[in-house]
Nanobody, 125 residues
Framework: VQLQASGGGLVQTGGSLRLSCAAS????????IAWFRQAPGKEREAVSC???????VYADAVKGRFTISRDNAKSTVYLQMDSLKPEDTAVYYC????????????????????RGQGTQVTVSS
């Protein structure tokens, strides 16, 4: 299983970016996919999680601004990030598991079996 994250970059405050996580060797029809982020000097935090048949969850910090979606035919999960703020600056990672996690389990990357490399998002003020 490989997860390939892309779409990061430099954007001004208030701007938008769309991250993509392309999965190979893993079907998105089942299981859970999540985005995490880690800023310099800070702990990694969960951003959003989508579970087959169980909907999506978002961190409070991104609710109303970020949208997670999945295209099963393309085996790709997206994170649309709007109204970006400097505090969104971080390396963003996608992670996946074949298990259908409950909401609380989406908060820890230890519950995911696969992780992609990160993509840097920088929001300038």
């Amino acid at each position: 299983v490989q997860l390939q994250a892309s779409g990061g970059g430099l954007v001004q405050t208030g701007g938008s970016l769309r991250l993509s996580c392309a999965a190979s060797g893993f079907t998105l029809d089942y299981g859970s996919i999540a985005w995490f982020r880690q800023a310099p000097g800070k702990e990694r935090e969960a951003v959003s999680c989508t579970r087959s048949g169980r909907g999506t969850v978002y961190a409070d910090a991104v609710k109303g601004r970020f949208t997670i979606s999945r295209d099963n035919a393309k085996s790709t999960v997206y994170l649309q990030m709007d109204s970006l703020k400097p505090e969104d600056t971080a390396v963003y990672y996608c992670a996946a598991t074949r298990r259908n996690l409950i909401s609380s389990s989406c908060h820890s990357m230890t519950n995911f079996d696969y992780r992609g490399q990160g993509t840097q998002v920088t929001v300038s003020s």
